[in-house]
């Protein structure tokens, strides 16, 4: 069974800077296409970018240049770097992963960012 666990989200001021995780078990790493979401209180799920397994990668306007998402086929991870933090970043954000029609996704992590 697919599992997703990620890691990295915590309290940080604006202006600066996380990388989160998403560590992925229970299949074949490199067959998947990855995506990272957010869920601010009182709003929607929204993509925030995903990456293919041809390492192609898609961002949403509001972290273009600001955020990069990568991934390592040899540690089983996708990552989400993030820099130039703001308060409106503020979420829950979740991994999720795509084989084909099927998805997958992760428990979240809290990113909380506030001086």
């Known amino acids: 069974q697919v599992q997703l666990v990620e890691s990295g989200g915590g309290l940080v001021q604006p202006g600066g800077s996380l990388r989160l995780a998403c560590t992925q078990s229970g299949s074949i790493f490199p067959l998947y296409a990855f995506g990272w979401y957010r869920q601010a209180p009182g709003k929607e799920r929204e993509l925030v970018a995903d990456i293919s397994i041809g390492s192609s990668t898609n961002y949403a306007d509001f972290v273009k240049g600001r955020f990069t998402i990568s991934r390592d086929n040899t540690k089983n991870t996708v990552y989400l770097q993030m820099i130039s933090l703001k308060p409106e970043d503020t979420a829950v954000y979740y991994c999720?992963?795509?084989?084909?029609?099927?998805?997958?996704w992760g428990k979240g992590t809290l990113v909380t960012v506030s001086s």
């Open positions: 999720k992963a795509n084989y084909y029609a099927v998805a997958y």
